[in-house]
């Protein structure tokens, strides 16, 4: 079966940028402090209940892969595009990156103890989110965690023929997070915390964070 449009489109747009996105993002969190709070926050529910392996899902160059791995966490970074990973483990070679889909993972049932999603699912169109959302959760322990990051909107998709320096083609889509967190709660998540933040450093939308938790048999 061959992959979805949107799949191919967004590995084949990261793959074209992935250096120049590398170093203009490399110390992008040293000036974000509520981003590193909240990637704190995350670290600590997990370790609170019983900690054990995290993945950080889309990770691009690894830089929030790094800055877990930093705050203690048991981290490892899978990405679509092989020339991020290719950034990811230049840069990091102390962790370990893997070539991988979000609707697809290479991991058995119930392996991680949380997920970290950084703006991971911005590529996929809304109506096909709650199969990444279903996968997300096949592979999360009964009670593990899961952070979105994504900018927020009502559902509309912007097309970018241009970035980081290079023509390309790519769909953004600004996501609801009410949506979101309905689509969570229908594939087994229990949403904990919903956070919304206004722009800043020049953001064009609002930011969320939605925190969630595999839900456990009653």
């Not at 800055?67 to 962790?95: R, W």
């Not at 989110?129 to 593990?144: D, I, K, S, T, Y």
């Amino acid at each position: 079966m061959g992959q979805p449009q949107h799949v191919a489109a967004t590995r084949a747009a990261y793959d074209t940028v992935a250096a120049d996105y590398a170093e203009l993002l490399r110390d992008e969190l040293e000036h974000k402090p509520f981003d590193r709070a909240t990637l704190a926050a995350f670290v600590d529910l997990v370790r609170r209940d019983g900690d054990g392996p995290i993945a950080d899902v889309g990770c691009g160059p690894g830089r929030v892969t790094a800055h877990l791995h930093g705050l203690g966490a048991q981290v490892s970074g899978i990405d679509l595009s092989p020339a991020m990973i290719a950034e990811a483990c230049a840069a990091h070679p102390e962790l370990r990156f893997a070539v991988g889909s979000i609707t697809a993972l290479d991991l058995a049932d119930a392996t991680l103890a949380g997920i970290v999603a950084w703006y991971s699912i911005i590529h996929t169109p809304p109506d096909e989110q709650p199969a990444v959302f279903a996968e997300l959760n096949r592979v999360l322990v009964p009670g593990g965690h899961l952070l979105l990051a994504f900018q927020s909107g009502d559902d509309e998709r912007v097309h970018l023929d241009h970035a980081y320096g290079h023509p390309l083609s790519l769909d953004v889509h600004r996501l609801c997070p009410d949506r979101v967190a309905e689509q969570l709660a229908d594939a087994g998540f229990d949403v904990t915390a919903p956070l919304i933040r206004e722009p800043a450093d020049g953001e064009k939308t609002p930011q969320a964070y939605v925190f969630a938790q595999r839900a456990t048999a009653s």
